[in-house]
């Protein structure tokens, strides 16, 4: 077959290029791997931070008092929530799947807020990949019994599968489960997905209330805490997961019972350990607490509705998160 001079030209110039980048060191990029991000815990991580209702202390209400312009960027010029477009959200709540661009409602109800909201806009603001949040939380949970990770129980595991609510594990294992299932289909949850693969960035966790009124199961919480840690690294197959847990300081520093005070502290003791140096961190939360007064309800144990209480957990976790990966 005849070749024409221009396809010799053609075929010359892009040897010329290949070898060129070749000596370079550059190749072209691929499209970059997607940043998943899993959110775990109890009640407080489901998210209870009102929107809307009461008085003081909602979302309506922080951005219209906003004076330092610090929740301005969750509304539109428009004054509407603003959705994002590279930072999503998976969350299977009471067998009701929430899954779209990060906003409000990822909460108990479409009207409320939990961690995640801030903390989706602290990552996503800082990576220029599309970010997946995988939240996975349940109210009234305790780590001793139904997060309690398999290694905890010896080196055979559980002694009996946790195959329904209550049993030992149960909810460590729905965890795990609800991550694995996502990522298996995860041009399902995020638009843009073409196959580019995902890297599973951090875990951060918000539990503790459902412990600190046990005995047994406050004295019992660092050493469970650390085989969390170390069993959720090993299922995951990410060796140094980076993980960041906020404490349980619903009350704030006027706190005073021991269990609550004997949980924080086993709390904020997790990331001094010589093994999790670096890529452990605790945002400790009491200053986050609200009084009743500037909040939407009386009920401490979900930080009385506080959204501010929420968003700066979030907030919290994300930088704390980025501490780790940016050291």
Do not use: C
Request: cysteine-free; overall charge negative; charged content about 20%.
């Amino acid at each position: 077959m005849e070749k024409h001079p221009a396809n010799i030209l053609r075929i010359g110039l892009s040897v010329f290029i290949i070898t060129i980048l070749s000596f370079t060191g550059f190749t072209p990029k691929s499209p970059a791997p997607l940043k998943v991000f899993i959110l775990a815990g109890q009640s407080n991580m489901v998210g209870h931070g009102e929107v809307e209702k009461g008085d003081r202390g909602n979302l309506n209400y922080l951005i219209g008092n906003d004076k330092k312009g610090e929740y301005q960027h969750l509304v539109d010029e428009k004054g509407d929530w603003k959705v994002r477009d590279d930072v999503f959200i998976y969350f299977n709540h009471q067998e009701k799947i929430h899954t779209g661009g990060l906003t409000v409602g990822y909460g108990a109800n479409e009207n409320t807020i939990g961690p995640e909201l801030q903390f989706g806009h602290v990552v996503g603001d800082h990576f220029d990949e599309d970010v997946l949040i995988i939240k996975t939380a349940w109210g009234g949970k305790s780590l001793a019994v139904d997060f309690f990770p398999p290694g905890a129980a010896g080196a055979s595991g559980y002694k009996n599968r946790p195959i329904t609510p209550g049993d030992t594990g149960y909810y460590y294992v729905q965890m795990l489960s609800i991550v694995n299932e996502v990522l298996g289909h995860l041009e399902d949850y995020v638009p843009s997905y073409e196959g580019q693969g995902y890297e599973i960035m951090g875990f951060g966790w918000h539990q503790g209330w459902n412990d600190r009124i046990n005995q047994a199961a406050n004295d019992a919480y660092k050493e469970n805490m650390i085989r969390f840690i170390k069993e959720v690294r090993k299922d995951l197959g990410v060796s140094n997961l980076p993980f960041v847990l906020a404490t349980t300081g619903m009350s704030g520093w006027e706190e005073t019972h021991p269990r609550a005070l004997s949980l924080m502290e086993a709390q904020l003791a997790v990331a001094d350990l010589p093994e999790f140096m670096g890529d452990v961190k605790v945002v400790e939360t009491r200053d986050f607490w609200r009084e009743v007064e500037d909040s939407p309800a009386n009920q401490s144990y979900h930080w009385n509705r506080n959204a501010e209480s929420y968003f700066l957990i979030g907030k919290s976790m994300g930088e704390s998160m980025l501490d780790i990966l940016q050291p």
